[in-house]
Each structure stands twice: as structure tokens, then as C-alpha cells.
Antibody
Framework: QITLKESGPTLVKPTQTLTLTCTFS??????????VGWIRQPPGKALEWLAL???????RYSPSLKSRLIITKDTSKNQVVLTMTNMDPVDTATYYC??????????WGQGTLVTVSS | QSALTQPASVSGSPGQSITISCTGT?????????VSWYQQHPGKAPKLMIY???NRPSGVSHRFSGSKSGNTASLTISGLQAEDEADYYC??????????FGGGTKVTVL
């Protein structure tokens, strides 16, 4: 059974760096074609894809946020970490991590709400 | 970075069929078959309903079907049920190796 869970701060100040961790089980991020992605959703708004890391450490980023994002993995810990710099109140959102297979996100974490406020 | 356009809302009565559209361009939806659809109930994580335009994951009701014509992908819900009331998002894997979500469609069961 595949499960994912996001963890990190619930509140960050403007200009700070956000670090979120996705801890997963039921699959290995060293398995061919597997990836873990991050998607966010501001309150009442649409989903927005942020980044993805593949089993072979290949990384993909949203073009509009690429300069602010870093995604890494720790295969031994079954974790993927997303770092987002220079946080702004518009970055307030629920952040999800998801298992990616083929080109779809077939398993999702429960999400974690991050509020950006001074 | 192009946008995927969905209607803000679609409604139908129980038992009816509804269709949600997702319009892109000839460079994205029109060029590839990596279109997926997600259902999201309030306060819940999204759930994959359709992948690669028209394929249903195991466990998803046969009432959900997907298709594509030209630059528009569609999700059809047949035999609409109260539990289908949710937000629906299309998603595209692009030729530039990133993903895009549509703006979402709120489905209301009257």
C-alpha cells in the first residue's frame, strides 16, 4: 500500500525559506519510472504543479517558480524534500506530495497547509 | 506556458450525464495523450480518475470516461450521483517536461 505524508512548518514569515518533507512508504524511489511530485493549492483556488523528482534524480520544475524551488530525495529514508525560497503571502496554500507513475499522480498525501504571514 | 481552460461550473440532475471540457492548444493537448483527470472533494486530496486521456485506474467507477478531440479533452460522468459533486481538474504533461493543471470545474448535482 502506497502512502505519502507531508510535514513542515505551518507558518512562515515573508522572505523566509520553506522546507517541506514528503515521507512515503509502499514504493521505492529507486524503481524505474517512479517519481514524486509536489503540487499546491491556495485556499479556494486551483491546483498548481510545482516540481517533480524521478528515480534517477532527474528533476523538473514549474517554469514560473523554477528560480525559487529545489527538490531533492533521500532514497534511504524514503523522503523527498522541497525547498521554496523568498516566501510571500501569495504562497499560502495546502502543499501536497504525490507518487507519479507514467505521467499521472496516482497516490497523494493528505496535504499540509502553509500560511505565509508576518 | 499555456493555460488549460475549464468551465468554472457544470451541473446536472441525478441520473443525467455531464461533460467537462479542458481546452489547450495544438502544442499540448492536441499533440500528446498525457491528459489526466482528478476529482477533489472539499478538504480532501485529489483522486486520479482518468489517465492518458481515457484510461480508468482500478477502482474508479465505469461512469467516468475520458476522451480527446483536437485541442480539447473531456471528462464525462454518466448516471450522475450525489457523491460525484466535487471539483474536477484536468492535468497535462507537456512537451517541455512539466505538468499543468486546468483551472478546475465545480460539479453540482441538482
Amino acid at each position: 500500500q502506497i502512502t505519502l505524508k507531508e510535514s513542515g512548518p505551518t507558518l512562515v514569515k515573508p522572505t523566509q525559506t520553506l522546507t517541506l518533507t514528503c515521507t512515503f512508504s509502499g514504493f521505492s524511489l529507486s524503481t524505474d519510472t517512479v517519481g514524486v511530485g509536489w503540487i499546491r493549492q491556495p485556499p479556494g483556488k486551483a491546483l498548481e504543479w510545482l516540481a517533480l523528482i524521478y528515480w534517477d534524480d532527474d528533476k523538473r520544475y514549474s517554469p514560473s517558480l523554477k528560480s525559487r524551488l529545489i527538490i531533492t530525495k533521500d532514497t534511504s529514508k524514503n523522503q523527498v524534500v522541497l525547498t521554496m525560497t523568498n516566501m510571500d503571502p501569495v504562497d499560502t496554500a495546502t502543499y501536497y506530495c504525490a507518487h507519479q507513475y507514467r505521467a499521472d499522480f496516482d497516490y497523494w498525501g493528505q496535504g499540509t497547509l502553509v500560511t505565509v504571514s508576518s | 506556458q499555456s493555460a488549460l481552460t475549464q468551465p468554472a461550473s457544470v451541473s446536472g440532475s441525478p441520473g443525467q450525464s455531464i461533460t467537462i471540457s479542458c481546452t489547450g492548444t495544438s502544442s499540448d493537448i492536441g499533440a500528446y495523450n498525457f491528459v489526466s483527470w482528478y476529482q477533489q472533494h472539499p478538504g480532501k486530496a485529489p483522486k486520479l480518475m482518468i489517465y492518458e486521456v481515457s484510461n480508468r485506474p482500478s477502482g474508479v467507477s465505469h461512469r467516468f470516461s475520458g476522451s480527446k478531440s483536437g485541442n480539447t479533452a473531456s471528462l464525462t460522468i454518466s448516471g450522475l450521483q450525489a457523491e460525484d459533486e466535487a471539483d474536477y481538474y484536468c492535468n497535462l504533461y507537456t512537451s517541455s517536461n512539466f505538468w499543468m493543471f486546468g483551472g478546475g470545474t465545480k460539479v453540482t448535482v441538482l
